[in-house]
């Protein structure tokens, strides 16, 4: 091993043994040694151990894990703590501005055992609950987080669509009528985004890749020539697959006024930019038979939000009049339950507080309502944390899993179809409790998860915060066969969190959804009815 190498080992089992509240004084002892070798460029694979010991502030005992760690690349002592430590971990201890005690109140205190649940924490203001940590250090978290996981070249769909859409705006400022578009994956919509394709007319080519050189983003431009802009857009934005079925090579460069255009020339009904993934779109195409996709504009209303009652970050009223303010019908109250401890979830008796508040603001509210829910925890043996005569008082329920996802696919499904079973139970959330990035989400059998739904008359939750966007799109088609509801939830905590929306429209697309399949785009008078039918 090199000296830096073994001075990051040390260091790494400082921070663990510190994790894990070991004898202070060792671990500042470890800390100091690693923070001496890493500054010297000795070679240390020739020194006995008499020589090491005599290095200043190494001594007998670190001497003795260096030889250790020379012959074997490890010490017992560090694989002892790496067994007991969760994986992810050693990520978070990287983030800057973190050291091992914060990283330990974060573990045992929320849970937190990878860098995206991390991010995800701060998203829902989380980290302010804890001692030692405030807003200024909640952001700084974050942005850390975000820097990490940046460099690793993989991105949310959210935070793709935001840099490449600055980088189409300086473009634009300076050639307003420039043919320039996303095109590849961006285009599509798809939820994790490895590169942002940009077309751009060819005579901007060479501009547009000295300016993208500036920034730490793996921007791929491609160029075309003008008349065959939308032809090259189309090529570019699908997947092999779309262009193999669809014949586009077949057709070859022609001259088009619009994507719309390009299928025309096909034969095709017209495949929108979020289709073009190869599955059954094409088919679909040939026979005219895609239905009217879904619009954001169609929504109506947004279910499934957080306020400060629980772990939110604006009070009931101001998420309520910012709700009304952007032109929907309802606002659905959905604060954590009480078995969600880190996150606030309310007593009995807040909850009959929160409801007096509901009614007070819906007097003075006019034809806006606030609607009475909750996101009650699914326990382990799929029951919901309240007793009936709380459940009832709610207008809905939706039901979801926080903890003990490490559960096989049929406990998980044994579970997930228990709460859908519960005749409280209006919608089931984010299905499989997925964070894109971070952690994939217990496995469930998704057909037969949506058969109960369908049985139960209880709909499924897209979960819009593009770090979720869980029921995943590939099974909105069967949703719609077996006449489930998809909810489009934005699972707001914070005011701006309405606007997620946006990204759980965009993969309800790629799945097909009609607005017909759409639970929050019924009217607030459809809704009530609709929640009273179960």
């Not at 262009?243 to 057709?251: Q, T």
């Not at 639970?519 to 459809?526: C, F, R």
Request: hydrophobic share 35%; proline share 3%.
């Amino acid at each position: 091993m090199t000296t830096e190498e073994i001075a990051d080992a040390i260091e790494f089992t400082a921070k663990l043994m510190e994790l894990h509240g070991e004898n202070p004084f060792k671990v500042k002892a470890l800390a100091s040694a690693s923070y001496r070798l890493s500054k010297i460029h000795a070679d240390l694979s020739n020194k006995s151990l008499e020589e090491l010991e005599a290095m200043e502030g190494v001594g007998k005992s670190i001497a003795a894990k260096i030889i250790e760690l020379q012959q074997t690349g490890t010490t017992k002592e560090l694989e002892t703590l790496k067994a007991k430590t969760p994986v992810g971990l050693k990520e978070v201890l990287e983030v800057k501005g973190l050291g091992p005690k914060k990283v330990s109140l974060l573990w045992k205190e929320l849970s937190i055992e990878s860098i995206g649940e991390l991010l995800y924490a701060c998203n829902e203001n989380r980290l302010i609950t804890l001692k030692g940590f405030g807003s200024k250090t909640q952001d700084e978290v974050k942005k850390s987080v975000e820097f990490k996981l940046s460099n690793q070249h993989k991105y949310h769909y959210a935070y793709a669509e935001l840099i490449g859409n600055e980088l189409l705006k300086k473009v634009k400022a300076t050639h307003p009528d420039a043919l320039i578009s996303f095109t590849g994956a961006l285009h599509r919509k798809s939820e994790i985004i490895d590169t942002i394709d940009i077309l751009v007319e060819e005579d901007l080519a060479d501009e547009l890749n000295k300016l993208v050189k500036t920034v730490p983003y793996p921007f791929v431009i491609h160029s075309s020539p003008p008349e065959n802009f939308y032809y090259n857009l189309v090529l570019t934005s699908s997947t092999q697959e779309h262009i193999e079925k669809a014949g586009l090579l077949d057709l070859g460069e022609q001259e088009q006024s619009s994507e719309e255009e390009v299928y025309d020339d096909l034969q095709l009904q017209y495949i929108v930019p979020e289709l073009r993934e190869g599955l059954n779109e094409v088919e679909l195409a040939e026979q005219q038979e895609i239905g009217k996709l879904i619009e954001f504009t169609d929504l109506r209303g947004s279910l499934h939000n957080h306020s400060t009652y629980s772990d939110g970050v604006h009070t009931l009223r101001e998420m309520a009049e910012e709700c009304k303010a952007l032109g929907y019908e309802y606002f659905g109250i959905c604060d954590h339950s009480q078995t969600a401890v880190y996150a606030g979830g309310l007593k009995p008796d807040r909850i009959f507080e929160q409801q007096k508040e509901i009614d007070l603001l819906n007097a003075q509210s006019g034809p806006f309502k606030i609607l009475k829910g909750i996101e009650s925890d699914i326990l382990s043996d799929g029951s919901l944390d309240y007793t009936e005569d709380v459940l009832k008082t709610f207008d809905f329920v939706v039901a979801s899993i926080h903890q003990g996802f490490k559960m096989d696919e049929e406990r998980a499904t044994t579970r997930v179809i228990k709460a859908i079973e519960n005749p409280y139970t209006k919608i089931l959330g984010h299905p499989t409790g997925r964070l894109l990035l971070a952690r994939p989400g217990y496995p469930i059998d998704h057909k037969k998860v949506i058969d109960a739904c369908a049985a139960n008359g209880v709909a499924i939750e897209l979960n819009a915060h593009p770090y979720r966007l869980d029921i995943d799109w590939r099974w909105i088609p069967y949703c719609m066969e077996k006449k489930v509801m998809v909810s489009i939830n934005p699972d707001a905590h914070a005011k701006s969190g309405f606007y997620d929306m946006y990204y759980g429209t965009c993969v309800a697309r790629k799945g097909m959804l009609t607005k017909e399949y759409c639970l929050n785009v019924l009217s607030l008078k459809d809704i009530e009815e609709w929640f009273k039918k179960k």
